[in-house]
């Protein structure tokens, strides 16, 4: 899965990749912000990228990605639930 910074025009309400942003892993970058993630919305006609996160660092501030979401990311968001109520 591939992720790219995003910027957000909070006027305009849009999501845009940041000037100079490069692909990253999506599982890396969720590891870097230790999983302290969370999906804003869909969004379309970017590139197929498919869906918006915030990610919060240590001080919650939040940077965004815009990821191409897949099979594999909600095999990966099932199992970390399962991990965090106990059950694998």
């Known amino acids: 899965m591939k992720c790219i910074q995003a910027d ?3 006027a ?3 999501f845009s990749v940041q000037k100079n942003a490069k ?3 999506w599982v890396a970058v969720c ?3 230790n999983d302290d993630v969370e999906r804003i919305c869909d969004v379309s006609d970017m590139n ?3 869906g918006v996160y915030a990610c919060y660092d240590e001080t919650d501030t939040k940077v ?3 990821v191409q979401e897949d099979k594999a990311l ?3 968001k099932r199992r970390h639930f399962f991990d965090k109520i106990g059950l694998t």
Do not use: C, I
């Open 12 to 14: 305009a309400q849009t």
């Open 23 to 25: 692909e990253e892993d």
């Open 31 to 33: 590891r870097r912000f």
């Open 64 to 66: 965004y990605y815009l």
């Open 8 to 10: 957000y025009d909070d």
């Open 48 to 50: 197929g990228y498919t």
């Open 74 to 76: 909600f095999r990966m």
